[in-house]
């Protein structure tokens, strides 16, 4: 008999994966090309100015804010549910002199309580594929934003929905991981491409990885109320997409 695996457990296993990854992430995924240029992409198309207030969701160890920092005059908070992660992030906070320009927070998806109109910019890079339901968040992120205020969203553009036993869906999806796979091995070895592989695994079945197509993002995005402005492909790595979508004025 197949053992039912609650939501809740299912968050605490994803806090402990990424727990574990927390000292060797920055060496891992953060040194391969395709999440550098999902972040780089994430960075221009959140047009972060002087004075913007920036929420980044899944902040991890700070790779994302940092570039964000580094664009204008901004202020960022940071939201992750991994406490050793953050606890990375505000050591490199702490060491360029920048603890008054972040808040790092800790805290999952489901507790996110932020007033109404918050923030200008609002950045997530892969992190709310951990979320099943992504029409929750969608709908808060509406409500932080100011009008106007800016979605960045930045993936992989893949599909994990379906039977776990359907052939084909398991062919789309290695499809596009092996454009995670080989990168990782041929830019970062095989300690990250283990970690990749394994990741990739928890793709396939669903252990606390739900992606969705970037099509699919718009379609969320539109009927959360956002207008979707751009869906890009990161250069020379086309499995990868940013999408920016406004809070209309």
Do not use: Q
Not at 159 to 188: F, M
Not at 196 to 214: A, R, T
């Amino acid at each position: 008999m197949k053992r039912k695996v609650s939501v809740k457990t299912k968050r605490s296993e994803t806090r402990r994966w990424f727990g574990s990854w927390s000292n060797e992430y920055d060496a891992t995924l953060g040194s391969i090309s395709f999440h550098k240029g999902i972040l780089d992409l994430a960075a221009r198309l959140a047009g972060v100015k002087d004075g913007s207030r920036v929420l980044d969701i899944g902040c991890g160890t700070g790779l994302s804010s940092l570039k964000l920092l580094a664009k204008a005059d901004c202020t960022v908070t940071g939201i992750d549910s991994s406490r050793k992660m953050l606890s990375i992030m505000k050591k490199k906070i702490k060491k360029l002199g920048l603890e008054a320009r972040v808040c790092c927070k800790l805290s999952d998806f489901s507790s996110l309580k932020f007033r109404d109109n918050a923030f200008d910019i609002i950045v997530s890079t892969v992190a709310l594929h951990h979320i099943r339901d992504k029409s929750v968040p969608l709908k808060r992120f509406y409500r932080f934003l100011k009008p106007g205020g800016r979605l960045v969203i930045g993936d992989v553009d893949m599909d994990t929905s379906g039977k776990h036993t359907d052939i084909k869906r398991l062919l789309r999806i290695l499809d596009v991981l092996k454009d995670e796979w080989v990168p990782a091995l041929k830019e970062a070895g095989t300690g990250a491409f283990r970690r990749m592989f394994v990741n990739g695994v928890k793709h396939i079945l669903n252990e606390g990885e739900y992606c969705v197509s970037f099509k699919g993002w718009a379609r969320l995005c539109r009927r959360a109320g956002f207008r979707v402005v751009a869906v890009k492909p990161v250069p020379r790595h086309n499995s990868f997409k940013v999408l920016l979508a406004v809070k209309p004025a």
